[in-house]
């Protein structure tokens, strides 16, 4: 018998099925970023941590970054993850500019084509890029990338060809440095 949560979970996944269609795919040119932004989430209790870093691109010098607090609004639940990372992720864009964003988190790498990267990018209608340390089961190899030690994936507004050539010159230590920074700013509030 499915329980009332389980069938709220089907619907979700259809709906994914359905935005993914909307997710665009385009070149984006290495001289059409001169910023680019990192977010990560990171959880203590009940309470999510959003970071923000903004660097210049493409030598990565920082040049502000934000950190906010907001309560946990969903639990944790694999290929799931948009609904608990939007919100703070959300809230630490706010009022921010810059050309091209990377989320920690898959893009089109994931079992519905539809992760966490593409929903901010329709939400933000922004270039995105879904930047994870580990590719979900059930995802094709055609969908992400392996740069460094990080599996690139297409968020929105930007193709698979161009978001590679973005991320190379942004590893550090095999991954990107700004969300290297973003993850260390959400768990510690410094960099």
């Known amino acids: ?32 970023v001169k910023t680019v ?18 660097c210049s691109y493409p030598d990565c ?3 502000r970054t934000k950190v906010v607090e907001t ?33 920690e988190g898959h893009g089109k790498a994931h079992p519905r084509g539809y992760g966490l990267a593409c929903h901010i990018g329709l939400l933000i209608e922004r270039p995105v890029i879904g930047v994870a340390k580990r590719p979900l089961k059930g ?26 050539r973005l991320i190379e010159p942004l590893l550090e230590g095999g991954y990107p440095k700004p969300l290297r920074l973003a993850d260390r700013l959400s768990k510690r509030g410094g960099l």
């Open 139 to 164: 995802v094709a190899e055609k969908d992400f990338r392996k740069v460094g030690k990080a599996y690139v994936s297409v968020g929105h507004l930007v193709d698979l060809e161009s978001a590679v």
């Open 1 to 32: 018998m499915i329980n009332e949560f389980d069938e709220k979970l089907r619907k979700i996944e259809r709906i994914q099925e359905k935005l993914a269609l909307r997710v665009e795919e385009r070149p984006l040119r290495p001289e059409e």
């Open 37 to 54: 932004a990192a977010v990560d989430v990171s959880y203590r209790g009940d309470t999510a941590r959003g970071a923000f870093v903004l």
């Open 61 to 63: 010098e920082v040049l």
């Open 71 to 103: 309560e946990v609004s969903f639990p944790y639940i694999p290929t799931f993850f948009f609904l608990r990372e939007t919100r703070p992720i959300l809230l630490a864009l706010r009022g921010e500019e810059f050309d091209l964003l990377l989320v």
